[in-house]
């Protein structure tokens, strides 16, 4: 037997655990979404996966309920673990009346919900960035302190926000973590027409904050590292920028065609280290997992998505006068 | 009862908020200790310190999105732009987000934040420095945008603006920031957004304006009183969304409607304002609905001749109003 | 003479400038291998190379930004925003710098730079890929925008574009791109970039429009007709600045004049075309000058609906035409 | 007598008293318009004082009428070198019709020229970074391969077009010098509030590219490093990110008032570095000047001040009319 990475974080038996059904729970909500999308039942898909363990096990280092989470729109991982629900998932898919992220206004990805201290989301990436740093710096003028997470694709971290917001949470040393989901791609445009520097996280230093560049398949050292920033961040010192390298192992979304731009070869090569696959792996090498209980994981996930599928699928629509709703406050 | 400037009403307006709401705070480009470039907020930090009063780096998308942030969750940020020019590069935050939170979260979310900027010209500000941009922003349902013309509405619509529970665009015109004096109450009162204000009444003629023009056309209605020619003047005080019924009500009384701004005219409110009079008020109307309005040009030149041609004057209100009562 | 999708004519409009013009260049986010989201740039890059049709980095500022030091030094690139709703981020760049160039410098620079970007809704696109942005920039001096509706004006207009010495906003509505086919000559042609176009002639009430909706109208007008209603349809083609004479000559023409678009009502397209209406054309009308257009909400819902009930339908075009009809 | 440092760079005797002589030409330009303005005659002053030996040395390295420049508005030394006059300054200070910057239609400092290779400037801060990256794209399309300029302050290196712009020019390797003037502050804000890191030229490791930080105060060895720098660039190795660390000796522009931000000992002790001062020393130590030389060459610039002031102030203003031109081009 493997010995216990997860120990040597602090990281109980039962939270990996927990890491793994979060994760397959994701994988299996986006799966289904896929299934639906080709079936004509939902209009579009925006995938997390291959970016689940990063999601995962970033979200295992907040403090749900204290922290606030500002994600991005493969973060499905991290809206899971910070509390909705699966139904809360389909329901979004199929833009019904009941979505807790936009009542069915916005499309799937767009994540947000106060009972989950996650920000409300749009489109246009990166403009979350300095949300992530308001939101710190309202909660140190509070007195109540939450660390934020933010995060944002290789490819939008080309955006003035991102600087902008880094640089303004670097003044003012305020406890945000910049999560950069490194895919490798933006959609068709591979990273060496996005990006020149080695690694993302290089961008750091031009913020006087600290860099760091990990394994996007490892939830076990993404949690450790993501974690170390938390701490740092509550310890009032200041944010840290963590590159999580992986790779998107759908195409950019049901839009999208990805044979067009990258080779069959290289996606299976990149499938070969799915980051839930691996984590499987790891959890069955040090015992925690068997065959038989992989087994029972994946079918209380499966019942999950489909009771929520079949919820949401028969939820009542917004009204259409609804869409004058909610211009302006009273 | 004071007489003050239009820049004190609004360093008044921001020292009683955040007085009587902790949540309120300040934050731009030399907003602190140099009291801001143009002294709006002189005296807060001294008052408030720098944790309520922050000297920003020079990022308008951060001051934007870094305030939309803190709003959500709860702050009452008012985030100033040195110059109305340079909320270009925020716009992104506030159009595409400030606007948008409350509806895109089928209201779990709102963004109680306050952008205010100096604008307009006469100032030797050249280009950059004194642009009318309200126009950019009145077709953005979720936003609103209040252009004050006196010191008295400034302080009480900046108050009902930090304490709305939307996005409010607050531009305040450059030149009207000490050129404008008026009575200002020390007590604590709002006046409400949305709601145009009729500044003077008249029978013959409608004058619909805002901001440092508003003044030309009341100076110029004084001498039309003196030649027998009664205007009515509406002040909009809110560029969007407009009070329709108040243009409407303006318009209807006397059936001649002349719309003044600085603004550039194609595309600029008074677009708006006549089409909403074109809209509701076509049989009652005397005479066509008239604009007198800033040249479409890019922005305003430095050099005094063409400043000049470019701003709206007493002289040039005074006949254009003399024109539509004679019509 | 080849029938085509509206999107096939703006390929068509690149290729062929890419050929005659070495100057010419295509720059945005996938717009090279992947051919553009929507492959309006398909096969540009097998035959211009990645020297000429350029997959930038997720930057619209720095798209715009550069694309503008490229055309100030004699290039002619054209930058396409993934969809208009991303232009905001580049608003400081089309507005303090393309839209001013020639200005500021006396005329010793231009920016001859086409900015292209697929607006409008009705795709399943909810709040952020359905937006028309089109009013943002309509008091813009030194800018144009223009909107074709037909696959005859979009190369026509494209060409015309990329040949302009001055920024062009080009906005191509998404459901026209394979919803609308019409002839285009494979010749070299040009349309004038400023004039609208009379796409039917009619003599009972005249409806204003661009886009889709331009559409709905002419289907209407065909339907009405039976009815004994003769419609004249103006397609304004430029939305800035606007083809007033046409507009004033379609307004008298039947003195009863609908305005129809997508965007939202308040400070759209539309208000400027009332508004220019009830300046020159008062005593010609009948009616009020009414505007369909969205509702004055943030954006479109992606829920089936709200995006219905959002969207301009065929249905609300007629009833709309037929009510002015009978006023 | 010392070293002569300039030898070892490359610099020629005569090249070093023509950066001495454009120095002091801007100082004495900017110091004129001072005047004027607390004469009443001239609304509107920005200064380059203190800055003068980096803007000098940098613009030395270029070659003129090949290379573009994209400056910023306290760059007369470039614009200066690039071939203006002390006409064009004045007649830009006075706002008069033939200005070439902008035929009076911009404030001081705005400049531009097609003749000078110099692009149109604006106001907002940073937004001439992309379009030097645009024109160094453009040149390489062309061939004729032109280095650019541009330059900002370090303020303005927090806007997010800074990003996107060497960002670009970063993935393109283009032949770009990104030219920080660190002067300390940004109007009344102190470098503390704008920046964390300790450099601004340590942002150039997240866009690939290489980032130097020197003495701005130092012409020769600002020429030093820029000359590489370019060099570089012409070669194909890409852009360069270089920071001028220097001090603003006067107020930020003739609106302001700096007395409150900062204090009178500051400023003196800057004073003592003045760039004029220490680079007419070393000229003076290694013999290329005295002080009948220095005197000379003062008066020299005295007099084409005063006849450029006496020539602007007399020349034309445009006409009101004109204000309706060239909004389109035919
Ligand atoms: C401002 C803006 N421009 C363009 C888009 C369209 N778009 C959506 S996702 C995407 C690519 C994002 O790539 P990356 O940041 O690497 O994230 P990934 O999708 O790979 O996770 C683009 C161009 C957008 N949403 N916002
Ligand atoms: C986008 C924008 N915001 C604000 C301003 C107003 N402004 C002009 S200069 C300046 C400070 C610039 O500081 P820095 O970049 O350090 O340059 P310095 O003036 O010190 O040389 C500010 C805030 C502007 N010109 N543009
Ligand atoms: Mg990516
Ligand atoms: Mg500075």
């Known amino acids: 037997m493997s010995t216990k990475r997860h120990e040597a974080v602090g990281l109980t038996d039962q939270q990996v655990l927990d890491m793994y059904y979060y994760m397959l729970l994701a994988r299996k909500l986006d799966e289904r979404q896929w299934l639906l999308n080709r079936a004509g039942k939902v209009p579009f898909v925006i995938s997390c996966q291959g970016q689940e363990a990063a999601q995962v096990g970033a979200a295992f280092a907040f403090e749900i309920g204290r922290d606030y989470f500002c994600p991005y729109y493969r973060d499905l991982g991290i809206v899971l673990v910070a509390g909705q629900s699966a139904r809360d998932t389909m329901l979004t898919a199929f833009a019904k009346a009941e979505d807790p992220n936009s009542g069915g206004r916005q499309m799937p990805g767009h994540f947000g919900g106060k009972k989950f201290n996650i920000l409300t989301g749009s489109s246009p990436v990166t403009t979350q960035v300095p949300h992530a740093v308001g939101i710190a710096l309202a909660g140190r003028m509070t007195g109540k302190n939450p660390v934020v997470y933010t995060s944002f694709g290789e490819g939008s971290s080309n955006q003035g926000d991102f600087h902008e917001g880094a640089n303004f949470a670097g003044v003012h040393k305020l406890p945000v973590i910049f999560f950069c989901e490194n895919n490798k791609y933006a959609i068709s445009v591979p990273l060496s027409k996005q990006l020149a520097c080695e690694s993302v996280a290089d961008r750091a230093i031009g913020y006087g904050f600290k860099g760091v560049s990990i394994d996007g398949n490892d939830p076990i050292e993404v949690y450790r590292v993501v974690k170390e920033a938390v701490e740092r961040g509550r310890n009032g010192e200041g944010p840290t920028l963590i590159e999580a390298v992986m790779y998107r192992l759908v195409p950019h979304s049901s839009d999208d065609d990805d044979r067009v731009y990258r080779s069959r070869e290289e996606v299976e090569e990149a499938k070969k280290k799915d980051p839930i696959i691996q984590f499987a792996n790891y959890l069955k090498s040090v015992g925690l997992m068997d065959d038989a209980s992989e087994q029972e994981v994946l079918q209380k996930v499966q019942a999950e998505v489909d009771e929520a599928t079949d919820y949401a699928e028969n939820a009542p629509y917004p009204t259409p006068e609804s869409t004058l709703d909610h211009v302006y406050g009273s | ?327």
């Open chain 2, 1 to 327: 009862m004071a007489v003050m400037t239009f820049i004190e009403a609004v360093t008044l307006a921001m020292r009683e908020e955040m007085r009587r709401d902790p949540s309120v705070f300040l934050l731009g480009e030399d907003v602190g200790i140099r009291g801001g470039v143009f002294r709006a907020s002189m005296g807060l930090i001294e008052e408030f310190g720098e944790e309520r009063v922050i000297d920003t780096p020079l990022a308008e998308s951060a001051i934007a999105g870094v305030a939309i942030g803190a709003a959500a969750v709860g702050m009452r940020p008012i985030a100033e732009m040195q110059f109305a020019d340079f909320i270009m590069p925020a716009v992104n935050q506030i159009v595409s987000e400030a606007a948008k939170m409350r509806y895109r979260s089928a209201g779990d979310w709102n963004c109680p934040i306050t952008i205010r900027a100096p604008f307009g010209g006469g100032v030797h500000g050249a280009l950059y420095h004194s642009q009318s941009v309200e126009a950019m922003f009145n077709s953005t349902p979720g936003l609103k945008i209040v252009a004050p013309s006196t010191p008295y509405d400034a302080k009480g619509l900046l108050k009902a603006a930090i304490r709305d529970n939307d996005p409010v665009l607050f531009f305040e015109h450059k030149r009207c920031y000490r050129l404008i004096k008026g009575e200002v109450p020390d007590t604590d009162y709002v006046l409400p957004i949305g709601k145009a204000d009729v500044k003077r009444e008249g029978t013959d003629i409608t004058v619909i304006s805002y901001g440092l023009t508003l003044h030309f056309a009341l100076q110029a209605a004084e001498k039309l009183a003196a030649e027998g020619i009664s205007a009515h003047v509406l002040d909009l005080r809110t560029l969007y969304p407009l009070d329709k019924d108040a243009i409407i009500q303006a318009a209807s009384k006397t059936g001649k409607v002349l719309v003044i701004h600085e603004d550039n005219k194609e595309g600029g409110i008074g677009g708006e304002v006549a089409a909403i009079v074109a809209e509701n008020c076509l049989f009652d109307l005397d005479a066509p609905v008239r604009r007198l309005c800033g040249p479409d040009v890019p922005a305003m030149p430095y050099s005094p001749p063409m400043e000049k041609f470019f701003m709206i004057t007493p002289e040039k209100v005074l006949e254009a109003m003399r024109e539509l009562a004679l019509f």
